[in-house]
């Protein structure tokens, strides 16, 4: 990696953690009863004035505050507390893996059926979404909308709620949330181009080309969570030995 593509990286990195912190500082707002339930949030320019970052790092808090059930977005009228705490974790925990597979059998189907329904309108949405995902601060947000194009363009409420929940999981389990973050951020272009070879089929309402594309992109990701699973277990026994080596080492007693 040259000394701009870790720039590059380093730049994502604080990107996600602003982010993440704006979202952990609204909800300790809203449990502070500082937003009461009920009342509307701010507008968007206000908060990012009051947090000092960009109105695209706000809207990304919201589209998490939303998926977490704590404010509910009204077109027109603004973003509004809700009652709802927190949804309640899985009986069973859910791994990374295990998600993305469940995506991939779900989501691929949902492709094949959406290059039958999708309608001119919602194709120039999906479009709209590979040119937001290009630009840093709105990549992942453009990149659920993609999908949630997909699903609603499918004319089935099943396949919409399915997805939802799926995405869900994805911005509310941590440890969910931990392991794509070790792989997003590192193959944009790569996740562009699927994107782009998924809408394509879709476009050329080919139900079996918008399949398969659908499960390249997602076994693409899931060999990523794989080699950085690999990754953090070699580091981790790396750590343990170098600790090891340190304590039985002799090196301080023949000098």
């Not at 390249?216 to 277990?233: C, D, G």
Request: some cysteine; proline content about 2%.
């Amino acid at each position: 990696m040259n000394l701009q593509q870790f720039k590059s990286e380093d730049m994502k990195m604080k990107r996600r953690r602003r982010f993440w912190t704006i979202v952990e500082k609204l909800e300790a707002a809203i449990a502070q009863g500082i937003y009461p339930v009920g009342t509307r949030l701010p507008a968007e320019r206000e908060l990012a004035e009051i947090h000092q970052v960009s109105r695209p790092t706000i809207r990304e808090a919201i589209i998490a505050l939303e998926v977490r059930e704590r404010v509910e977005v009204k077109t027109g009228s603004g973003v509004f507390v809700t009652d709802t705490k927190k949804s309640e974790s899985f009986a069973k925990p859910i791994s990374a893996f295990e998600l993305t597979q469940a995506r991939a059998l779900v989501e691929a189907e949902a492709a094949a059926l959406s290059a039958a329904t999708i309608q001119s309108e919602e194709l120039a949405l999906l479009k709209q979404t590979l040119d937001d995902m290009r630009i840093a601060e709105t990549a992942n947000s453009a990149d659920q909308r993609f999908h949630e194009i997909i699903a609603q363009s499918t004319r089935n409420n099943a396949i919409v709620l399915t997805i939802n929940n799926l995405w869900k999981l994805r911005l509310t389990e941590p440890e969910i949330i931990s392991a794509h973050e070790d792989v997003c951020s590192q193959s944009n272009e790569q996740r562009i181009q699927e994107h782009t070879a998924i809408y394509e089929a879709i476009a050329s309402h080919d139900s079996s080309a918008a399949r398969k594309a659908m499960h390249n992109h997602f076994n693409r990701l899931i060999n990523a969570l794989f080699a950085a699973s690999e990754a953090k277990a070699l580091e981790e026994i790396k750590r343990k030995t170098d600790e090891t080596r340190g304590l039985y080492s002799i090196t301080h007693l023949t000098h």
